[in-house]
């Protein structure tokens, strides 16, 4: 009765005032009639705002490698955090962004977030143009664009909100895949971009092999679009009242054991997807300097933002996502193992494919994993929590990857400790998983 009466409110045409203050996107005659269309424009503008935000995120990874070829003289040791500052700046701003949709309204929070980003990315179109630019400046321009990878847990808080249940994990999935294909977008363009003349952005820098490099046009580029993207935002998206967490309610989360395994076992997922983009060039220019793979380096990250809707799809398929989980793993061990080895060898072809299996599994880990966490938590709000607690510690990899890099080229002058410590982290997940979710009898069926 009282849904009736909303909609006898409503009325035959409503302006979208009335409807947003009536949200109720489980009555199915509201849906049809008023809520899809509104839902289904925040959602768009929402995924090519989260697409922009992971390009911005991850833009710095495209760059750090070409430095000390133009002129810059940074040691391993600085070259390498700088490449993990933005992913320390990220995971550390998820822990709240996830709030934030909730105290200042999605549609606000989203043009706020966003503007943040051109400071960073204009800056240091700036700065690339001076080889005499100090440490301590990239350090803090570099640091900026890390705030672009606290828009996920943001984003996501907010667009769920729009969808009724039937309809959430679809428009999430969309949301986080499409996001997350800002990846592979930034390292498709970066080719084209440091080598194209647009006249409009400053002089080039001459590298080691004498050739003319636009450093500052991966940055500039993409602050047309983010201009874009605001008034996009502005026209297109809308502020619900989304529920405040209490501070008891969020601290509940972390008397569960099972919170601190979701989120080691998604960290093994997705911390190693973006930090293996973070990395990625600098670990190629490294060990293979005499292949250029500027315009195949996109793969992995694409590989591997694409398996992630897949890896939720095949887990309800079989409904269980701690089995392709698990099953994921195993393979991300082997193809960890084959890396090292291509790396040891110095076999590019083994090195790469490998990397690209790699990649995949974190897909199938990512999807699969985040389909557990409603079924080990069935209180809704323990799960949002958890899911918004995992997504925030598991960015730390793009932070801590690179930087592990870092310290085996600083202190062994080779790769091959960084890789141990990584396979080892993926042996303890297998282990996870299998003894309190994969095997007979676990208890919880997820």
Not at 64 to 70: D, E, F, P, R
Not at 170 to 186: D, E, H, P, T, Y
């Amino acid at each position: 009765m009282a849904e009736e009466n909303v909609l006898n409110q409503l009325g035959d045409n409503p302006s979208r005032k009335e409807i947003l203050a009536h949200w109720n996107p489980e009555n199915e005659t509201f849906w049809t009639k008023f809520g899809e269309k509104i839902a289904k424009q925040n959602l768009y503008v929402s995924t090519w705002a989260l697409t922009l935000s992971f390009v911005v995120w991850t833009l710095w990874a495209t760059i750090a490698a070409q430095l000390n070829q133009v002129g810059f003289n940074f040691t391993d040791a600085q070259i390498f955090t700088l490449a993990s500052l933005p992913g320390l700046v990220g995971a550390t701003c998820r822990l709240f962004y996830t709030y934030m949709p909730g105290i200042v309204g999605g549609k606000n929070w989203t043009l706020i977030s966003t503007a943040l980003l051109l400071l960073p990315i204009i800056g240091l179109g700036n700065a690339l143009q001076d080889t005499s630019t100090s440490y301590d400046t990239f350090f803090m321009l570099v640091a900026g664009i890390g705030v672009a990878g606290g828009n996920f847990s943001s984003s996501m808080a907010n667009i769920g909100f729009f969808f009724p249940k039937k309809n959430k994990g679809l428009a999430l999935g969309i949301n986080a895949g499409v996001g997350n294909l800002g990846v592979s977008l930034i390292y498709l363009t970066a080719p084209i971009l440091l080598v194209w003349n647009l006249g409009i952005f400053g002089a080039p820098l001459i590298n080691s092999a004498g050739k003319e490099v636009f450093l500052q046009n991966v940055c500039y580029f993409w602050a047309v679009p983010t201009i874009l993207t605001l008034i996009l935002i502005w026209i297109f998206m809308d502020n619900l009242p989304i529920p405040k967490q209490s501070p008891k309610s969020i601290l509940s989360i972390f008397g569960n054991k099972h919170t601190w395994l979701m989120t080691w076992i998604y960290t093994c997922g997705f911390g190693q997807f973006i930090g293996f983009s973070a990395a990625l060039m600098l670990l190629l220019n490294r060990e293979f300097p005499e292949v250029s793979m500027a315009w195949g380096a996109f793969l992995g990250p694409f590989i591997g933002a694409s398996m992630r809707p897949v890896g939720g799809w095949l887990a309800d398929k079989i409904d269980s996502g701690s089995k392709i989980t698990l099953y994921s793993l195993f393979v991300m061990l082997a193809s960890c193992v084959v890396v090292l080895i291509g790396i040891q060898s110095h076999n590019f072809a083994m090195f790469f494919g490998a990397f690209l299996m790699l990649f995949l599994t974190t897909g199938f880990v990512n999807g699969a994993s985040f389909r557990m966490i409603p079924y080990i938590f069935s209180n809704p709000v323990h799960s949002s929590l958890v899911t918004g607690f995992t997504a925030a510690i598991a960015a730390y990899g793009a932070f801590l990857i690179p930087k592990i890099f870092g310290w085996a080229y600083s202190n062994y002058n080779l790769v091959t400790p960084a890789f141990y410590v990584l396979i080892a982290f993926t042996v303890i997940t297998i282990g996870f998983t299998w003894i309190f979710y994969a095997r007979p009898n676990s208890g919880i069926k997820c």
